[in-house]
T-cell receptor, first 113, second 115 residues
Framework: GENVEQHPSTLSVQEGDSAVIKCTYS??????FPWYKQELGKRPQLIID?????GEKKDQRIAVTLNKTAKHFSLHITETQPEDSAVYFC????????????FGRGTQLTVWP | EADIYQTPRYLVIGTGKKITLECSQT?????MYWYQQDPGMELHLIHY???????EKGDLSSESTVSRIRTEHFPLTLESARPSHTSQYLC??????????????FGPGTRLTVL
């Protein structure tokens, strides 16, 4: 099956700085890569996703990049704010009807005011 | 309002008891999932289902069972609870279309403590 590695496990940044979280995957057939954000005591929610036919996708202060050759993808958060503090999970999927998501272990992001 | 509901939200139970965690969704989704998660930690897929009468094992399925008799309902049963089952259990659902580029929506979770 797929194996998704996520780094770092914890990340602390000053408000206004950028944060980058990186994931690698093992299955070359994976073609869908979502990112979920889980705030303390709340349920995970999708914040951005990317398909393998796209190299980069942006949504306001967040962006995701994908390198299919190297089998890695990254989440970039610019101008971080305290409300960005949460656990972020990357995931990979084959994008088929019978597919499932394989999650990374999560990154605890703390943004200090 | 379309949502995913889980009951109970908190459960404290003794070792050896049989328990069923309930999950219902009004999202109109076909696919449903159960995850085990210690707070803020890795999400472990336990079971999933593509629709009525469909169930698949995930990565932590050996000590639990699920059923899918109705589209909106996906209960998880632990036949004999153990302290190692102490964790949070998250139910999720997603649309079933020609691909799986579909957002998974999560329920609020059940926090289980086994004494």
């Amino acid at each position: 099956g797929e194996n998704v590695e996520q780094h770092p496990s914890t990340l602390s940044v000053q408000e206004g700085d950028s944060a980058v979280i990186k994931c690698t995957y093992s299955d070359s057939a994976s073609n869908y890569f979502p990112w979920y954000k889980q705030e303390l005591g709340k349920r995970p929610q999708l914040i951005i996703d990317i398909r393998s036919n796209v190299g980069e996708k942006k949504d306001q202060r967040i962006a995701v990049t994908l390198n299919k050759t190297a089998k890695h993808f990254s989440l970039h958060i610019t101008e971080t704010q305290p409300e960005d503090s949460a656990v972020y999970f990357c995931a990979a999927s084959r994008g088929s009807t019978l597919g499932r998501l394989y999650f990374g272990r999560g990154t605890q992001l703390t943004v200090w005011p | 309002e379309a949502d995913i509901y889980q009951t109970p939200r908190y459960l404290v139970i003794g070792t050896g008891k049989k328990i069923t965690l309930e999950c219902s969704q009004t999202m109109g989704h076909d696919k449903m999932y159960w995850y085990q998660q210690d707070p803020g930690m890795e999400l472990h897929l336990i079971h999933y289902s593509y629709g009525v009468n469909s169930t698949e094992k995930g990565d932590l399925s050996s000590e639990s069972t699920v059923s899918r008799i109705r589209t909106e309902h996906f209960p998880l049963t632990l036949e004999s609870a153990r302290p190692s089952h102490t964790s949070q259990y998250l139910c999720a659902s997603s649309d079933l279309t020609s691909d799986s580029y579909n957002e998974q929506f999560f329920g609020p979770g059940t926090r289980l403590t086994v004494l």
